[in-house]
C-alpha cells in the first residue's frame, strides 16, 4: 500500500498484545497508534485516535468485542479486524452482524496477520479460511431450519449475483467462484461489489453471514 496504516490494538491480555504490537510495528507500512486493554476503552480511543482500523479481541473486559465493535463501526470511527480462537465461535457472528470487516485467529501467523491489515484497510473484507471451514461445518451440523433472515432481499439481486452470493456462503475466494461459475475473477468482484451494495452490506464476509442466514 501507499500510505501508512494507522491501527489501534484492542486486547486484554498484556503479553499478547505486546506481541501483536511488535508484529505490526515490524511493518514499514503500519503505524501502531493505540493499545487498549478493554472494550471501553478501545472505543474511546477509537474516538479520539481515528484509526483506519481496530485489531479487537471479542472477549474482553468492561465491554465485549462484539459491543465494542459495533459502536465503533455504529460511529464510522474504523474498519474493525476481529481476532478470535476456535473456543470462541459463538461470537464470530455477533461480530460480523455488528459490522466487523474481517476476521482472524489468533495464532495466524505474523506475515498473514500483516496481510490481513492491510487487506481490510484496502476495503477488502477478510476472514480467515480455517474459521469459514469451521462456521460452514456447525452450520452443516445443525438440523434443516427456517431461515432466519428474509428471503425477499434476494429480489433485489440479479440471478448470477444469487448464485454469487452462494458462494461466498461456502467461504470461497473470488478465484473458486470463477471457477465455480466459469467466469473471469474480475466479473466476479464485479458482481461481489454490486451485490453488497444492493443488500446495504459492508464486506463480503457480512455477505456470507447473510447467505448461510438464507439457507441459500
Do not use: W
Not at 504490537?21 to 474516538?47: F, K, N, T
Not at 431461515?147 to 467461504?171: I, M, Q
Amino acid at each position: 500500500m501507499s500510505r501508512t496504516v494507522r491501527v489501534l490494538v484492542a486486547e486484554d491480555q498484556s503479553a499478547v498484545r505486546a506481541g501483536l504490537v511488535l508484529i505490526l510495528r515490524s511493518a514499514p507500512d503500519i503505524e501502531v497508534v493505540g493499545e487498549a486493554a478493554d472494550g471501553e476503552q478501545a472505543v474511546a480511543l477509537a474516538r479520539e485516535l481515528r484509526p483506519d482500523l481496530v485489531l479487537m479481541d471479542v472477549q474482553m473486559p468492561r465491554l465485549d468485542g462484539v459491543s465494542a465493535t459495533r459502536q465503533v463501526v455504529a460511529e464510522g470511527l474504523a474498519d474493525v479486524l476481529v481476532l478470535t480462537t476456535f473456543d470462541l465461535d459463538e461470537y464470530v457472528f455477533g461480530a460480523l452482524r455488528a459490522g466487523a470487516s474481517g476476521f482472524l485467529l489468533k495464532n495466524t501467523e505474523a506475515r498473514q496477520l500483516l496481510e490481513a491489515v492491510r487487506t481490510v484497510a484496502r476495503g477488502e473484507g477478510l476472514i480467515s479460511p480455517a474459521v469459514t471451514r469451521r462456521l460452514i461445518a456447525e452450520f452443516a451440523a445443525k438440523p434443516a431450519r427456517e431461515p432466519t433472515a428474509d428471503l425477499s432481499v434476494l429480489d433485489r439481486l440479479t440471478r448470477r449475483e444469487r448464485e454469487v452470493l452462494s458462494c461466498l456462503g461456502e467461504g470461497l475466494s473470488n478465484a473458486g467462484i470463477a471457477e465455480r461459475l466459469d467466469m473471469a475473477e474480475a466479473t466476479v468482484k464485479t458482481h461481489v461489489s454490486r451485490l453488497l451494495g444492493k443488500l446495504e452490506l459492508r464486506s463480503r464476509v457480512q455477505a456470507a453471514v447473510l447467505a448461510q442466514e438464507l439457507g441459500i
